[in-house]
């Protein structure tokens, strides 16, 4: 069982398109995070979510917390977005982190 | 620079080896991660310290070991027990409280000979 689900697992997009990975979880959470993993294999935070929609230039985080369900959408792609997308929560009962099993997304020039 | 140091970035163990991982942290954080990262899977906890000469088992501790005996250094022991040592070790660190964001190191890929 996964406490957290992403999709798609992979992408393949076209520079200049419109891009949303989806995150579903289904554990109570004090905060949702977006994570980019780059070939090399080292992760960093891009969002931090606990409720409403954050924007970072071409990145936006949104969060219903009702639905347990985030998304992360990046405008204008470029190819060097291409990484992997991993959506992490806190859970609320303690101070362990879950984390889904992420997004390859490619973006084509 | 303030950040989290893994070393070394590849490791080889031979069978029946104990091997050590390095992570170091100058940020001044509470809390240190251990993940374990394997291809199509979600990082997976291992270990994880609050607090000096305190650490906690994750979801999949046995066959490794931890110390915490400074704030800054976190070390992670691979054992002979792990019968499936072959993974991307990723270390990282936090302030401690609710919802503060994890930084990462750049990790270890750890490969059995």
């Known amino acids: 069982k996964n406490e957290v689900e992403q999709s798609p697992q992979n992408l393949t997009a076209q520079e200049g398109e419109f891009i949303t990975i989806n995150c579903s979880y289904s554990v109570g959470i004090s905060a949702l995070h977006w994570l980019q993993q780059h070939p090399g294999g080292g992760i960093v935070s891009l969002f931090m979510l606990s409720s409403g929609k954050k924007k970072h230039g071409r990145l936006i985080a949104t969060i219903n917390i009702q639905e347990k369900h985030s998304s992360l959408h990046i405008t204008a792609s470029h190819p060097r977005d291409s990484a992997v997308y991993i959506c992490?929560?806190?859970?609320?009962?303690?101070?362990?982190?879950?984390f889904g099993t992420g997004t390859s997304l490619t973006v084509i020039p | 620079d303030g950040g989290i140091t893994q070393s070394p970035k590849y490791l080889f163990r031979k069978e029946g080896q104990n091997v050590t991982l390095s992570c170091e942290q100058n940020?001044?954080?509470?809390?240190m991660y251990w993940y374990r990262q394997d291809p199509g899977q979600g990082l997976r906890l291992i270990y994880y310290s609050q607090i000096v000469n305190d650490f906690q088992k994750g979801d999949i501790a046995e066959g490794y070991s931890v110390s915490r005996e400074k704030k800054e250094s976190f070390p992670l022991t691979v054992t002979s027990a792990q019968k499936n040592p072959t993974a991307f070790y990723l270390c990282?660190?936090?302030?401690?409280?609710?919802?503060?964001?994890?930084?990462f190191g750049p990790g270890t890929r750890l490969l059995v000979l």
């Open positions: 940020l001044n954080h509470d809390a």
């Open positions: 990282a660190s936090k302030i401690q409280g609710a919802g503060e964001t994890q930084y």
């Open positions: 992490a929560v806190r859970v609320n009962t303690g101070n362990q982190f879950y």
